[in-house]
């Protein structure tokens, strides 16, 4: 049975290594690389910048093992942004990204956010597919420094989801 948790913000914590390792596997991924410029300062800097009070950082945990990762920051005011979501090889198909955005988009909602953003590469179709299934709808680029393939998703926070 796979559980969602929260991060905590003691680097020293088992669950930001788990964050940290989940994370370097995305970066090596053929679609990250060469996409992420700051990906090794990121990494290092975990938790930040997913705490509270303007965001989060979640594990999707099955047993001992680390299964995916998601992130969410604050943008402006009520809105937020997903980064990192990361779902191991194999965990997939197993409803574990299902999992982690749907308890991103409450986390969002408990930190009074009214709309979520994200940006993901044209390749990840499954990825396309969930974000789809779950309300994302397409929009222009939202902010400066995204790669002109980026492809752009927003949604309320309050939507059900499925």
Request: with cysteine; charged share 20%; aromatic share 6%.
């Amino acid at each position: 049975m796979t559980s969602i948790v929260a991060v905590a913000d003691d680097a020293s914590t088992d669950h930001v290594e788990a964050a940290r390792m989940l994370m370097t596997e995305y970066a090596a991924l053929p679609h990250t690389t060469g996409r992420w410029l700051t990906m090794h300062a990121d990494i290092a800097a975990l938790p930040e910048p997913f705490v509270q009070p303007h965001g989060a950082l979640l594990l999707a945990i099955d047993g001992d093992a680390a299964m995916g990762c998601g992130g969410l920051v604050t943008l402006e005011p009520g809105v937020g942004e997903i980064k990192r979501m990361y779902v191991r090889p194999a965990a997939r198909g197993r409803g574990v990204g299902a999992a982690l955005l749907r308890a991103l988009l409450a986390r969002a909602a408990a930190m009074g956010l009214e709309r979520m953003r994200l940006d993901t590469a044209p390749e990840l179709l499954e990825a396309q597919a969930l974000y789809r299934r779950f309300g994302f709808v397409p929009i222009p680029h939202y902010r400066p420094g995204l790669l002109p393939d980026a492809l752009c998703f927003e949604r309320p926070v309050v939507d059900p989801s499925p």
